[in-house]
């Protein structure tokens, strides 16, 4: 038996991936948290969803969104092609099956943009791999600032969404955790700080790491 008090590379953690999903009321900061998330941390993939939306200047196809037709939709559907789907804003969405399932196994973390819809979807399919975290705007003023400020929809459009605030903030207390995003990196850093603690759960470890074993007798 090796000495228990060295440490070694296979010292890692292993652990299944998590599925960690990010709502908030449109225009409150979601996409902003998740690019800055994207960018900080190699671990976790975007989960691409699919939306009849037209693309918005900027947005690229096969990175933002996969933009179908309705009746792409319609087939995907069909062929049972989604983990969830819902409709938002006129709209429909959904999260391709894609590896997810295979990926979790093997420790690949998922990051989701998704309504309350579909995170009640994906809660109901997978409970325990699944991490969900609220974004607050700091008020309902400030949100309608932001829609405005991001200048991508009409006076028409940002009222839509403003009336559908209400509706998605009444879920927030289905979420494990909320923040809010007043300063966005502060914000940032809770997000952060919320999936390095939940990546550290014991229940997601999927084996003793060596010396632990040792240590044991096993
Ligand atoms: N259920 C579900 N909702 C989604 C999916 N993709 C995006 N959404 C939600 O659809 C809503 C509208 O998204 P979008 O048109 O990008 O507008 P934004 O929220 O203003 O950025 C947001 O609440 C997203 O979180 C999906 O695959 N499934
Ligand atoms: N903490 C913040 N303070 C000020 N503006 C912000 C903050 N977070 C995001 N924004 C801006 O608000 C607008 C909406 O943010 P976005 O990330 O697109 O929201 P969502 O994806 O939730 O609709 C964008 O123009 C973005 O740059």
Same mark, same amino acid.
């Given at each position: ?42 671990? /976790? ?22 933009? @179908? ?30 590896? /997810? ?33 609220? @974004? ?16 991508? *929809?009409?006076?028409?459009? /940002? ?9 998605? /903030? ?5 979420? *494990? ?6 300063? @966005? ?10 999936? *390095? ?22």
């Amino acid at each position: 038996m090796g000495d228990p008090t060295e440490t070694t590379p296979s010292d890692k953690l292993h652990r299944r991936g998590l599925l960690f999903i990010l709502s908030s009321p449109s225009g409150a900061g979601k996409t902003t948290l998740s690019r800055k998330l994207l960018e900080r941390d190699p671990e /976790i993939r975007l989960s691409v969803s699919a939306t009849t939306r037209p693309p918005r200047p900027g947005e690229e196809d096969g990175v933002h969104y996969h933009f @179908v037709s309705d009746d792409d939709f319609d087939r995907m559907v069909e062929e049972d092609d989604f983990y969830e789907w819902a409709h938002v804003f006129g709209y429909r969405y959904g999260t391709p099956k894609g590896h /997810i399932r295979e990926g979790l196994k093997n420790g690949q973390d998922y990051l989701f943009d998704i309504d309350w819809q579909g995170t009640q979807q994906l809660k109901q399919k997978d409970d325990q791999d699944v991490v969900t975290v609220f @974004v607050l705007p700091p008020s309902l003023g400030e949100l309608r600032r932001r829609l405005e400020a991001r200048a991508q *929809d009409s006076a028409e459009v /940002i009222d839509s969404r403003m009336e559908r605030a209400r509706a998605e /903030i009444s879920h927030w207390a289905e979420y *494990d955790y909320v923040v809010i995003n007043d300063d @966005v990196d502060e914000c940032f850093d809770r997000v952060c700080e919320v999936l *390095d603690a939940e990546r550290m759960r014991r229940t997601r470890q999927t084996g003793l790491i060596p010396f632990v074993r040792e240590l044991m007798g096993g």
